[in-house]
């Protein structure tokens, strides 16, 4: 299995630019999870989704923030227009509804200047 | 509500020194419980969990006990290695209905293990 799957491993951009964030969780996974980590805030839940459905999108910070997941295989975390502070890590987890591990991308580090 | 709550950090440690990271959880039903390890440049990984009160999970000679009196799940080692310094998060899960809760996470303990 190759396990959770995000592009790009790296992101560096200029203010005010589109990002656009991609994961591809684990097939047979029907919970997909998306946290960002910083050192201030630690690891925070951005939004969830079952079965392509956004379940809780509480975490998301701002409206310039936002998630889809069009099919089983792929969601997306889009920044619109980025700002310094959106500057962390960003993961991507999956874990099948009726168990209880999340299976952890390796991350996107982004750097807005 | 639900919340984690474990030591800060950091922590240093000598190779083959005992381990100890408290975690405390405040919880609404009957959560779960998971440690989580985070190494340099990658992505969580869970260490081990419980499900149950008075479960025991170990891995990698890394143990913690699930105890609903004291609400507590603390991370123990006894003979740390140098290949053990990440950082730790304690996390737990409550269930609704049958299905998973999200995971909350506590905001992790860096660990470092001098040779």
């Known amino acids: 299995d190759a396990g959770v799957i995000q592009s790009p491993r790296h992101e560096v951009t200029e203010m005010g630019q589109e990002v656009t964030l991609r994961c591809k969780p684990i097939?047979?996974?029907?919970?997909l999870f998306w946290y960002r980590q910083t050192m201030m805030r630690g690891l925070e839940l951005l939004i969830y989704?079952?079965?392509?459905?956004?379940?809780?999108d509480s975490g998301m910070p701002e409206d310039r923030f936002s998630a889809k997941m069009p099919n089983a295989s792929f969601s997306t975390l889009k920044i619109q227009p980025s700002e310094p502070r959106d500057s962390a890590v960003y993961f991507c987890?999956?874990?099948?509804?009726?168990?209880?591990?999340?299976?952890f991308g390796p991350g996107t580090r982004l750097t807005v200047l | 509500g639900n919340s984690v709550t474990q030591m800060e950090g950091p922590v240093t440690l000598s190779e083959e020194a005992f381990l100890t990271i408290n975690c405390t959880y405040t919880?609404?039903?009957?959560?779960?419980l998971f440690w989580y390890v985070q190494y340099p440049g990658e992505g969580l990984q869970l260490l081990l969990k419980?499900?149950?009160?008075?479960d025991k999970g170990s891995n990698k000679g890394f143990e913690a006990t699930y105890r609903k009196e004291t609400t507590s799940f603390h991370l123990e080692k006894g003979s740390v290695q140098v290949s053990d310094s990440a950082v730790y998060f304690c996390?737990?899960?409550?269930?609704?209905?049958?299905?998973?809760?999200?995971?909350?996470f506590g905001k992790g303990t860096k660990l470092s293990v001098k040779p």
């Open positions: 989704f079952n079965n392509n459905v956004p379940i809780d």
């Open positions: 996390a737990l899960s409550v269930h609704y209905g049958g299905s998973q809760g999200n995971l909350i």
């Open positions: 919880a609404t039903g009957y959560p779960s």
């Open positions: 419980a499900t149950k009160a008075d």
């Open positions: 097939s047979g996974h029907n919970s």
């Open positions: 987890a999956s874990t099948r509804t009726s168990g209880n591990e999340q299976f």
